[in-house]
């Protein structure tokens, strides 16, 4: 196993575009086996000197639904959050990884962004000497696996990885792989081998990719000469593989079902052999599970066929369920079932489901520097599920807002040099105690054409795929809108100028309503915001908070806000004079979605005395996240995380919080559920 240093590489400029075009069409055949009721999807790539790069979506019954074409043309892989992840050594180019970012709502003619694009996809290139093939993810540790043919490895990336990346590890295999398939649960990988063998490795990632714990499946059918594609059904400890056999032919392809694949070793008789010529195998190049259905890519005679009920269904010469004339096909993905939803982590709102949460802290002044920080729930330090040290990073910027995606990357805003950026940092939220953020695993967006000076709050909307900004400069107050998957310097796919600063944003995906919160006391409001992108340049509401019907008097300074759907309610911080360290307030706004102008309170925490903090210890709040019940304050110049507990009912006054800690220089507070972080 060979760590590699970061490897330097140059951001491709993508010049395709996505293509409609009428397709061929799909057969169902007699088979005596019924597919039954199959939901999902099939994208299959196309990988001929006509149509290298070309993607075809499929039902899963091998209907067209559309087509796009990318920079890419060998093995496919879908994320949970619908992200499509593609190795190619297109047009004779270095070997390559493209991300193309919300692929699946994308290919249907998203009005954002067309495919590919070099403002939303990620794409940077490998080493020379590599030739990718097939690849597999592991997507709560947050790696792409990759089938280097030509340098007989697995190579490792970060799946946060961007132009200035290298591979995490290099994985030496006894023979040239064209595909593997990651057990993430058991921690185990499965690598089809040109000479016919599987390696299996146990503990792959635990091991930090060590062959130590592998071993080698032979099949004991001497005609079993040239594995290719590989897939795992977990539910059944079954491995369904395909062997081209003789590439130069057109009839001799197989499929192999083997059973207790987990515990196999040495030569082993295959459960099930699928050959024949009803069969329409000569070189399946790539397969695919969905279920117990095993989708194949048939490249000599340009077919994506469907075998049903793999484990338990009959073997031999038998004709497919489905097949679908496709031309070249290459490689497979399936659609995965389960997509981003409406609520993203930021909007949690039910306290059982939070395990923890995030503190960035600005200047870093915790042990060993760190400048983010995790705690439990009652405020005692986490640590890490996997080496139980504290759950601490470092990334050495000036770091203002974090926000997590619901894979556990961390996305901070941060200035420096009179520039802003974002850092993408890898699966901040469960891997990296005591970590240090790097070129290795995660990437940055920075640069002049961002147009990020000085960049606060930030939200996602993840059934987007995309990252809402709050960029403060007074040169340039805005909203900017970028793909979670950009990189570099990259121009914001929407830039919304603003007449006043704004500090912090709250995107409700449901409504597609943003919600602002400006420096001068005022609350900004854009309907149909993402739908209307770049012409929604004038806030169609603005939300005055009042008191006894008198608008807040200056100083007020808003910073956090969130929105609280399932209530209708805004919650808001106000740090009064940032130059006060003992003005600061919190408030409360029902009926937020049809909130005008001067809208009175519902509560407010504010001791009434602006030279002294008081019980709230309210002085600069410039961040809060909340749970559905307790709301969390990081407040800066009195130095404390703090937790209001049942916020909705405290009433309004000098309350006091539930609970506090000392701590030096919070900036921002984000929540982390429990089915994130493992909990």
């Known amino acids: 196993m060979k760590i590699k240093p970061s490897l330097f590489v140059t951001l491709l400029t993508l010049t395709c575009i996505a293509v409609l075009a009428s397709c061929g069409?799909?057969?169902?055949?007699?088979?005596?086996?019924?597919?039954?009721?199959?939901?999902?999807?099939?994208?299959?790539?196309?990988?001929?000197?006509?149509?290298?790069?070309?993607v075809r979506r499929l039902t899963a019954r091998l209907n067209?639904?559309?087509?796009?074409?990318?920079?890419?043309?060998?093995?496919?892989?879908?994320?949970?959050?619908?992200?499509?992840?593609?190795?190619?050594?297109?047009?004779?180019?270095?070997?390559?990884?493209?991300?193309?970012?919300?692929?699946?709502?994308r290919a249907r003619g998203n009005s954002l962004y067309r495919i590919p694009n070099r403002h939303v996809d990620r794409h940077f290139t490998a080493a020379v000497w590599a030739s990718f093939r097939g690849l597999s993810l592991a997507e709560a540790a947050g790696y792409i696996f990759v089938a280097n043919s030509l340098g007989n490895t697995i190579e490792v990336f970060s799946t946060a990885a961007g132009s200035a990346s290298g591979a995490v590890a290099s994985f030496a295999t006894p023979a040239s792989p064209r595909d593997l398939s990651y057990d993430e649960l058991a921690d185990r990988a499965f690598i089809a081998l040109t000479d016919g063998r599987i390696m299996v490795v146990d503990a792959f990632v635990a091991g930090h990719f060590s062959s130590s714990a592998s071993r080698l499946i032979r099949l004991r059918s001497t005609a079993a000469t040239?594995?290719?594609?590989?897939?795992?059904?977990?539910?059944?400890?079954?491995?369904?593989?395909?062997?081209?056999?003789?590439?130069?032919?057109?009839?001799?392809?197989?499929?192999?079902?083997?059973?207790?694949?987990?515990?196999?070793?040495?030569?082993?008789?295959?459960?099930?052999?699928?050959?024949?010529?009803?069969?329409?195998?000569?070189?399946?190049?790539?397969?695919?599970?969905?279920?117990?259905?095993?989708?194949?890519?048939?490249n000599s005679n340009n077919k994506v066929l469907a075998f049903s009920n793999i484990v338990e269904g009959e073997g031999g010469n038998i004709v497919a369920s489905f097949s679908a004339d496709v031309v070249g096909p290459e490689s497979l993905a399936i659609v995965p079932r389960i997509l981003p939803r409406v609520t993203d982590i930021s909007d949690i709102e039910n306290p059982a489901a939070v395990a923890a949460?995030?503190?960035?802290?600005?200047?870093?002044?915790?042990?060993?520097?760190?400048?983010?920080?995790?705690?439990?729930?009652?405020?005692?330090?986490?640590?890490?599920?996997?080496?139980?040290?504290?759950?601490?990073?470092?990334?050495?910027?000036?770091?203002?807002?974090?926000?997590?995606?619901?894979?556990?990357?961390?996305?901070?805003?941060?200035?420096?040099?009179?520039?802003?950026?974002?850092?993408?940092?890898n699966r901040a939220a469960t891997h990296r105690a005591?970590?240090?953020?790097?070129?290795?695993?995660?990437?940055?967006?920075?640069?002049?054409?961002?147009?990020?000076?000085?960049?606060?709050?930030?939200?996602?909307s993840e059934l987007h795929g995309l990252l809402i900004v709050a960029e403060n400069a007074t040169a340039d107050p805005s909203i900017k809108v970028f793909s979670a998957q950009s990189e570099g310097n990259v121009a914001p796919l929407i830039n919304t100028p603003l007449p006043i600063s704004p500090w912090d944003v709250d995107y409700e995906s449901s409504t597609d309503t943003l919600f602002i919160a400006a420096t001068d006391g005022n609350v900004?409001?854009?309907?149909?915001?993402?739908?209307?992108?770049?012409?929604?340049?004038?806030a169609?509401?603005?939300?005055?908070?009042?008191?006894?019907?008198?608008?807040?008097?200056?100083?007020?300074n808003l910073h956090g806000i969130v929105y609280v759907a399932g209530i209708d309610m805004l919650l808001l911080s106000d740090v009064g004079s940032p130059e006060n360290p003992s003005d600061g307030k919190l408030y409360g706004i029902k009926n937020a979605a049809?909130?005008?102008?001067?809208?009175?309170?519902?509560?407010?925490?504010?001791?009434?005395?602006?030279?002294?903090?008081?019980?709230?210890?309210?002085?600069?709040?410039?961040?809060?996240?909340?749970?559905?019940?307790?709301?969390?304050?990081?407040?800066?110049?009195?130095?404390?995380?703090?937790?209001?507990?049942?916020?909705?009912?405290?009433?309004?006054?000098?309350?006091?919080?539930?609970?506090?800690?000392?701590?030096?220089?919070?900036?921002?507070?984000?929540?982390?559920?429990?089915?994130?972080?493992g909990e």
């Open 357 to 425: 949460l995030a503190l960035s802290l600005n200047p870093a002044v915790a042990a060993g520097n760190s400048d983010i920080v995790q705690f439990n729930t009652d405020f005692t330090y986490r640590r890490s599920a996997r080496s139980q040290l504290p759950a601490q990073l470092i990334t050495r910027k000036t770091i203002e807002s974090i926000k997590y995606n619901s894979l556990g990357d961390a996305y901070v805003t941060f200035a420096e040099n009179g520039f802003g950026g974002i850092y993408i940092i």
């Open 540 to 556: 169609d509401r603005v939300i005055r908070p009042t008191i006894d019907g008198q608008i807040i008097p200056a100083p007020s």
């Open 226 to 298: 040239n594995l290719r594609g590989i897939a795992y059904l977990p539910a059944k400890d079954t491995l369904v593989v395909s062997d081209i056999a003789h590439p130069d032919r057109a009839d001799d392809g197989k499929l192999y079902v083997i059973e207790n694949a987990s515990r196999a070793n040495g030569e082993v008789q295959a459960a099930k052999v699928i050959a024949g010529p009803s069969t329409l195998l000569g070189n399946p190049l790539d397969l695919q599970l969905l279920g117990e259905t095993v989708y194949v890519a048939e």
């Open 524 to 538: 900004l409001v854009f309907d149909n915001y993402l739908k209307r992108g770049n012409e929604a340049v004038f």
């Open 64 to 105: 067209d639904i559309d087509r796009f074409t990318v920079a890419a043309n060998r093995g496919m892989a879908f994320d949970s959050l619908g992200n499509l992840y593609i190795a190619g050594d297109y047009n004779g180019a270095p070997s390559s990884l493209q991300v193309i970012a919300n692929a699946v709502r």
């Open 594 to 677: 049809r909130a005008l102008g001067g809208t009175e309170l519902a509560f407010y925490i504010d001791n009434g005395d602006n030279t002294a903090a008081g019980n709230t210890l309210l002085g600069n709040p410039v961040d809060i996240a909340f749970d559905g019940q307790h709301l969390y304050v990081a407040e800066k110049s009195q130095s404390y995380l703090l937790r209001f507990d049942n916020i909705l009912q405290a009433g309004s006054g000098d309350i006091s919080p539930s609970q506090g800690i000392p701590q030096i220089g919070p900036e921002s507070v984000a929540l982390l559920p429990r089915i994130l972080v």
């Open 434 to 460: 005591l970590h240090q953020a790097d070129t290795v695993l995660d990437r940055i967006i920075q640069g002049p054409a961002t147009g990020l000076i000085s960049p606060k709050g930030l939200d996602f």
């Open 25 to 54: 069409g799909a057969n169902e055949t007699n088979n005596s086996v019924a597919i039954g009721s199959l939901n999902g999807e099939v994208f299959v790539m196309q990988n001929t000197l006509d149509n290298a790069g070309t």
